[in-house]
Nanobody, 121 residues
Framework: QVQLVESGGGLVQAGGSLRLSCAASGRTFSRHTMGWFRQAPGKERDFVAAISWSGGSTDYADSVKGRFTISRDNAKNAVYLQMNSLKAEDTAVYYC??????????????WGQGTQVTVSS
């Protein structure tokens, strides 16, 4: 099991940038696929991005491709989401998640508590 704590959310104007961080505890962090998801008010939680345990593979939702970048630092037990060119529709609670096993968009085992991102237009 991995415990996850997100930070870095906030209020930003459209076109601006934010960098989300996720601090993980657990000795097996470096063997987990890590993902970011988001949930807007009244909507289901959606996949945003994922990164393999080595960092060698990444995957993005079409809505954020070219604007968001996921990265990780296994030495620091951390994963990041750099968000550029933010739009009002990016407003949501963003969750960090960990998955034991193959690189995937689905079936994540552990979740953080979420961090609010609000983009003003």
């Amino acid at each position: 099991q991995v415990q996850l704590v997100e930070s870095g959310g906030g209020l930003v104007q459209a076109g601006g940038s934010l960098r989300l961080s996720c601090a993980a505890s657990g000795r097996t962090f470096s063997r987990h696929t890590m993902g970011w998801f988001r949930q807007a008010p009244g909507k289901e939680r959606d996949f945003v991005a994922a990164i393999s345990w080595s960092g060698g593979s990444t995957d993005y939702a079409d809505s954020v491709k070219g604007r968001f970048t996921i990265s990780r630092d296994n030495a620091k037990n951390a994963v990041y989401l750099q968000m550029n060119s933010l739009k009002a529709e990016d407003t949501a609670v963003y969750y960090c998640a960990a998955r034991w096993g193959a690189f995937s968009r689905n079936e994540y085992d552990d979740w953080g508590q979420g961090t609010q991102v609000t983009v003003s237009s």
